[in-house]
Nanobody
């Protein structure tokens, strides 16, 4: 059973930075994909970024390109989301998700395991 635990959320002013962490456990993650999604109240869950665990290949939503960076530490089974130049519209509950496949996807329904989420609030 895969377990994902997010941390690092908080309140930050517009233009500020936060780093989210996702601790993964329960299996070997080589060749699989981990992703970050976010969901604001009343809105659908939205893709943010994804990373291939084995090779480190990444993919980003257009709305965060150039501002967010996803990375992983294989030795620690950790995935990170560095968020810079934050905007009020980035305010959401951020989730870490794991897919039992090597293929990238921006569709939340294709991910098999989810963390509980960490809240990010950006004030203007």
């Amino acid at each position: 059973q895969v377990q994902l635990v997010e941390s690092g959320g908080g309140l930050v002013q517009a233009g500020g930075s936060l780093r989210l962490s996702c601790a993964a456990s329960g299996r070997t993650f080589n060749s699989y994909v981990l992703a970050w999604f976010r969901q604001a109240p009343g809105k659908e869950r939205e893709f943010v970024a994804t990373i291939n665990w084995g090779g480190g290949r990444t993919n980003y939503a257009d709305s965060v390109k150039g501002r967010f960076t996803v990375s992983r530490d294989g030795a620690k089974n950790m995935v990170y989301l560095q968020m810079n130049s934050l905007r009020p519209e980035d305010t959401s509950l951020y989730y870490c998700a794991f897919r039992l496949s090597s293929g990238f996807s921006t569709t939340p329904q294709l991910y098999d395991y989810w963390g509980q989420g960490t809240q990010v609030t950006v004030s203007s």
